[in-house]
């Protein structure tokens, strides 16, 4: 309607009302179409992932004012920049990926980026998550980043340490997934089922719960830890955080008000 001037083919005719009739099952615009903006970036997306939402940019932002703060204004990007960086359940690697995308735009090279990892307990998802990295941040970076498959920080070396640990997990109670679901929205429960894995949780924080004490572990000395999590549940997951030994322990609120991020530092 907007571009009368045009003429359909009728394989494009046959294609739209196709895509209209999986639209009005339920299943969201961006698995239809297969891209969705995040952070200004077109990301690829598949049932495999979770569709990032606005409100996740907020861990971006945090996760690179924090970086910012750590890096001297005189070091240079290319060469200087050791920040070690992990991505947990990092699924389409939205998070990850907008934040090295915005710090290579201040670098002449790759060289400081050998380690950043991204995580995920899907081999699909890690894939899709590999699509995007290799699209958006282009083949020199791909050298410094790795993939690994597996449950949250399990992955990694048991030894291994990290200055900033990010994650999207999943933090909706098991009961409400169902609901949501029901809709059509065909989003993977692996994503969004925070009680999975432990049949007597019921808050949606079961793993939160594990996440945080690995994050513990894994943290080196100042290091910090940024988590999404829901706004039912924020409070309490930063009870688990101060419990766990963190400090700095903050909460930040969403664009429509609610708690949505939680950090700790070690």
């Known amino acids: 309607m907007a571009h009368r001037e045009m003429e359909l083919s009728l394989e494009q005719w046959h294609r739209f009302n196709c895509d209209i009739a999986r639209r009005a099952t ?31 940019e907020l861990l971006v932002e945090h996760a690179l004012k924090e970086i910012h703060s750590r890096i001297p204004d005189t070091a240079d990007y290319a060469q200087d920049f050791m ?20 710090l290579l735009n201040k670098a002449s090279g790759n060289a400081g980026y050998r380690t950043v990892t991204l995580t995920d307990i899907s081999p699909e998802a ?29 992955s990694t070396g048991t030894e291994e340490k990290y200055d900033l640990i990010l994650s999207n997990p999943p933090y909706i109670p098991a009961a409400e997934v169902t609901e949501l679901l ?70 930040f609120r969403d664009l429509s008000g609610q708690l949505r991020l939680i950090q700790g530092r070690s």
């Open 83 to 102: 920040y070690r960086m992990i991505d947990v359940c990092t699924g389409s690697g939205c998070i990850a990926v907008s934040v090295l995308h915005e």
């Open 26 to 56: 339920g299943l969201p615009v961006a698995y239809i179409t297969g891209h969705k903006e995040f952070y200004g970036l077109d990301f690829l997306v598949t049932p495999d992932v979770l569709i990032p939402k606005p409100d996740t």
């Open 182 to 251: 029901e809709d059509g929205r065909k989003e993977p429960r692996l994503a969004l089922d925070g009680d999975a894995g432990d049949p007597l949780s019921k808050d949606g924080l079961a793993v939160i719960r594990r996440l945080i004490l690995q994050a513990w572990e894994h943290l080196g000395a100042g290091g910090l830890f940024l988590c999404e999590t829901g706004e039912y549940n924020a409070e309490k997951a930063l009870l688990l955080m101060k419990a766990a030994g963190f400090r700095e322990v903050t909460a």
């Open 126 to 154: 890690l894939a899709v998550a590999k699509q995007n990295a290799e699209r958006l941040l282009g083949q020199d970076a791909m050298q410094g980043i790795r993939f690994l498959q597996g449950d949250l920080l399990n």
